[in-house]
């Protein structure tokens, strides 16, 4: 006998109880030594239409009592209650209220006044669903009552999208054990912690049907929109990186408190761990997320780095195995507002698992393929904005990434493509718009220099090419963009730091007075720009989110200075990691100092004179300094 086509109601009932399960324990509220119940809560769960029971699984032993209830909360906050209608060793059963709709639901058990919060779970209540040919991966997105059509769903591969009843059906290989949805605009996921559930597990072989539900809830305002940007985070526990951190997420949640009321969202930039560290200091994507759930009310769509595949594993495809299963898939694209959001994965891992941590920066075909697919479902007057890692294009302009040539074709049917990568612990922008519809905004890390700048100077965390540590303000009005980048602990007005070279005198024997002569041959080698310091009145402003379309100018009693872009390297840096990393073990440092291509320099007429310094972005924002000289150099003087 072949699969019955119309699945019946007990099968969509055993599905959603194989389906990935979040066991959650009794533990918060008020305790009580006799009211220990455990129990599993299935992520997402379809009934039949005219279903009377919901059934759970019982853990431990410790069942709830006949004369308990459960209650569910919806969205809106209100409360309704279930007898409980059945109870075995291994399950019970509890009612299906009456006007109980498909929703999201906190779960709670209620014994007398006390209850107690169990658990998240979302709730379908579906029609049979008819599946055609040898389609084998089905389902129905809904948002409370209403059935959505035209939601577009993938495995990774293939794309289909949903009817007029919700339904989305396709076969597939299940070859990347996922099904996910584009999230449509106008609408939002739920959220585990901070990361939005719009994909789901797929268990069973590709011989086996295998449905995955979704349900949605409005989010009617999104046209205007802010997408807080997240480079390199590289939690490992080590270098007190998870304190530093604490600071950060403190950071943005005073930023979400202080922006109440508009449509915010976040993205990372990859490399939120350390794939060296998993084992070693047992800090993986659990603790990772443990940690960043710190952060409140903020859905945060995550981007796949080098460190976060798996390299004791081999190859491209088992190095992501466990990405894909804690965190989500290594790309997907969503739709907030009138913005199409792409998230891919450009690095292509040629290890062997023998310690080698080899890899290409290249977005493979596979995803290519994927990426024809779901754009072909997308407007052309949309603008678009890629997620990834690795840069598209160096800080020098040349492009980085393999498959670069086919990745622009598929994008350049759009108005106006934004790339949003990270991966050089540096900031620059490459601005392309005029002749190729393309910018990129390559973003500092929120680690900085790893953390390690923050550690040696107590929270002064800045990357080599002295841009503070920080993140993106990525504004949305409609189609149009604006942006901001915000230094941790600092305000977004802060857009440079200027230096007065007449205080600055990079000599080893000041900065590195416990190298040996090999350390001190180091330090100069990276100190060069500033080793005779000088005394010829100059002075460097260093605009950490400079693109051509900035402008610097610096007034002297009244009059303009001559100002020019140069290449330096940012002395700040040099004291507050270079210099101390040499000072310690006389070798090369592991993330030296760089040259900054975003400083700029003017030469004043006396050391003693006031300079106005003002900084003018894109989009006619003005930031400001009148730097009083002479100035002096040290760490304390730069601290917030």
Same mark, same amino acid.
């Given at each position: 006998?072949?699969?019955?086509?119309?699945?019946?109601?007990?099968?969509?009932?055993?599905?959603?109880?194989?389906?990935?399960? /979040?066991?959650?324990?009794?533990?918060?509220?008020?305790?009580?030594?006799?009211?220990?119940?455990?129990?599993?809560?299935?992520?997402?769960?379809?009934?039949?239409?005219?279903?009377?029971?919901?059934?759970?699984?019982?853990?431990?032993?410790?069942?709830?009592?006949?004369?308990?209830?459960?209650?569910?909360?919806?969205?809106?906050?209100?409360?309704?209650?279930?007898?409980?209608?059945?109870?075995?060793?291994?399950?019970?059963?509890?009612?299906?209220?009456?006007?109980?709709?498909?929703?999201?639901?906190?779960?709670?058990?209620?014994?007398?006044?006390?209850?107690?919060?169990?658990?998240?779970?979302?709730?379908?209540?579906?029609?049979?669903?008819?599946?055609?040919?040898?389609?084998?991966?089905?389902?129905?997105?809904?948002?409370?009552?209403?059935?959505?059509?035209?939601?577009?769903?993938?495995?990774?591969?293939?794309?289909?999208?949903?009817?007029?009843?919700?339904?989305?059906?396709?076969?597939?290989?299940?070859?990347?054990?996922?099904?996910?949805?584009?999230?449509?605009?106008?609408?939002?996921?739920?959220?585990?912690?901070?990361?939005?559930?719009?994909?789901?597990?797929?268990?069973?072989?590709?011989?086996?049907?295998?449905?995955?539900?979704?349900?949605?809830?409005?989010?009617?305002?999104?046209?205007?929109?802010?997408?807080?940007?997240?480079?390199?985070?590289?939690?490992?526990?080590?270098?007190?990186?998870?304190?530093?951190?604490?600071?950060?997420?403190?950071?943005?949640?005073?930023?979400?408190?202080?922006?109440?009321?508009?449509?915010?969202?976040?993205?990372?930039?990859?490399?939120?761990?350390?794939?060296?560290?998993?084992?070693?200091?047992?800090?993986?994507?659990?603790?990772?997320?443990?940690?960043?759930?710190?952060?409140?009310?903020?859905?945060?769509?995550?981007?796949?780095?080098?460190?976060?595949?798996?390299?004791?594993?081999?190859?491209?495809?088992?190095?992501?195995?466990?990405?894909?299963?804690?965190?989500?898939?290594?790309?997907?694209?969503?739709?907030?507002?009138?913005?199409?959001?792409?998230?891919?994965?450009?690095?292509?891992?040629?290890?062997?698992?023998?310690?080698?941590?080899?890899?290409?920066?290249?977005?493979?075909?596979?995803?290519?393929?994927?990426?024809?697919?779901?754009?072909?479902?997308?407007?052309?007057?949309?603008?678009?904005?890629?997620?990834?890692?690795?840069?598209?294009?160096?800080?020098?302009?040349?492009?980085?990434?393999?498959? /670069?040539?086919?990745?622009?074709?598929?994008?350049?049917?759009?108005?106006?493509?934004?790339?949003?990568?990270?991966?050089?612990?540096?900031?620059?922008?490459?601005?392309?718009?005029?002749?190729?519809?393309?910018?990129?905004?390559?973003?500092?890390?929120?680690?900085?220099?790893?953390?390690?700048?923050?550690?040696?100077?107590?929270?002064?965390?800045?990357?080599?090419?002295?841009?503070?540590?920080?993140?993106?303000?990525?504004?949305?009005?409609?189609?149009?963009?604006?942006?901001?980048?915000?230094?941790?602990?600092?305000?977004?007005?802060?857009?440079?730091?200027?230096?007065?070279?007449?205080?600055?005198?990079?000599?080893?024997?000041?900065?590195?007075?416990?190298?040996?002569?090999?350390?001190?041959?180091?330090?100069?080698?990276?100190?060069?720009?500033?080793?005779?310091?000088?005394?010829?009145?100059?002075?460097?402003?260093?605009?950490?989110?400079?693109?051509?379309?900035?402008?610097?100018?610096?007034?002297?009693?009244?009059?303009?200075?001559?100002?020019?872009?140069?290449?330096?390297?940012?002395?700040?840096?040099?004291?507050?990691?270079?210099?101390?990393?040499?000072?310690?073990?006389?070798?090369?440092?592991?993330?030296?100092?760089?040259?900054?291509?975003?400083?700029?320099?003017?030469?004043?007429?006396?050391?003693?004179?006031?300079?106005?310094?003002?900084?003018?972005?894109?989009?006619?924002?003005?930031?400001?300094?009148?730097?009083?000289?002479?100035?002096?150099?040290?760490?304390?003087?730069?601290?917030?």
């Amino acid at each position: 006998m072949g699969f019955c086509k119309n699945i019946s109601r007990c099968l969509f009932f055993a599905a959603a109880l194989v389906a990935a399960l /979040s066991i959650i324990s009794c533990s918060g509220g008020e305790k009580s030594d006799n009211f220990d119940i455990q129990f599993e809560i299935p992520e997402s769960l379809t009934l039949p239409s005219d279903a009377s029971e919901i059934q759970f699984r019982i853990q431990f032993g410790k069942s709830p009592e006949s004369s308990d209830l459960i209650a569910f909360e919806d969205e809106g906050g209100v409360f309704n209650t279930s007898a409980i209608t059945r109870i075995s060793a291994r399950y019970f059963s509890c009612e299906v209220y009456d006007g109980m709709t498909s929703g999201i639901y906190n779960v709670y058990v209620q014994r007398g006044a006390v209850r107690k919060k169990m658990g998240r779970m979302s709730v379908v209540f579906a029609d049979d669903v008819e599946l055609d040919g040898d389609n084998n991966v089905y389902g129905v997105v809904t948002c409370g009552d209403k059935k959505l059509k035209g939601v577009v769903v993938s495995d990774g591969v293939e794309t289909a999208v949903t009817d007029e009843n919700g339904i989305y059906q396709f076969k597939s290989e299940k070859r990347l054990g996922y099904v996910f949805i584009s999230v449509p605009s106008g609408y939002e996921v739920s959220s585990d912690g901070v990361l939005p559930k719009f994909h789901a597990q797929l268990t069973l072989s590709s011989s086996m049907p295998e449905r995955a539900d979704f349900v949605l809830k409005e989010a009617p305002d999104q046209t205007d929109h802010t997408m807080l940007v997240f480079g390199d985070i590289h939690l490992a526990a080590r270098n007190n990186d998870r304190n530093q951190f604490r600071e950060f997420t403190d950071d943005v949640n005073d930023w979400l408190s202080a922006n109440k009321g508009k449509s915010i969202y976040g993205m990372t930039l990859g490399d939120m761990t350390w794939d060296l560290y998993w084992v070693t200091n047992k800090y993986a994507f659990e603790e990772y997320l443990a940690d960043a759930n710190a952060i409140q009310g903020l859905q945060i769509f995550h981007t796949i780095g080098n460190h976060d595949h798996e390299m004791s594993m081999a190859g491209d495809f088992d190095t992501v195995t466990k990405y894909r299963k804690e965190i989500a898939p290594t790309y997907y694209s969503f739709n907030i507002g009138e913005i199409h959001y792409v998230v891919l994965d450009d690095i292509e891992c040629t290890n062997s698992g023998a310690g080698d941590r080899t890899y290409n920066n290249k977005v493979v075909n596979e995803q290519l393929d994927w990426l024809e697919k779901d754009l072909s479902y997308v407007s052309k007057d949309t603008p678009v904005v890629v997620a990834m890692h690795a840069p598209l294009y160096s800080d020098l302009g040349f492009l980085s990434v393999g498959n /670069s040539s086919r990745l622009k074709e598929l994008l350049e049917p759009f108005p106006e493509v934004h790339f949003m990568t990270g991966h050089t612990h540096k900031m620059y922008n490459t601005d392309k718009l005029s002749e190729e519809k393309i910018y990129e905004h390559n973003s500092a890390a929120v680690c900085a220099t790893w953390w390690w700048t923050g550690k040696y100077n107590n929270g002064m965390n800045i990357c080599q090419d002295g841009t503070p540590g920080g993140y993106r303000i990525f504004d949305v009005d409609g189609k149009s963009f604006s942006w901001v980048y915000k230094p941790t602990g600092a305000s977004e007005k802060i857009q440079f730091r200027t230096y007065d070279a007449n205080s600055i005198t990079m000599s080893a024997n000041a900065w590195v007075p416990d190298a040996n002569d090999e350390g001190k041959k180091i330090f100069e080698k990276y100190a060069k720009d500033w080793k005779n310091g000088s005394n010829e009145n100059y002075v460097y402003i260093n605009v950490w989110d400079y693109d051509p379309s900035w402008t610097v100018t610096v007034t002297e009693n009244g009059s303009n200075l001559e100002v020019e872009k140069v290449s330096v390297a940012d002395p700040l840096h040099l004291i507050a990691y270079t210099s101390i990393s040499i000072n310690g073990n006389s070798k090369e440092p592991t993330f030296p100092t760089s040259q900054t291509r975003h400083m700029f320099r003017c030469q004043a007429s006396s050391p003693n004179s006031t300079l106005s310094v003002k900084v003018t972005d894109r989009f006619g924002n003005v930031y400001e300094e009148v730097m009083a000289r002479p100035k002096d150099f040290d760490l304390e003087t730069y601290r917030y």
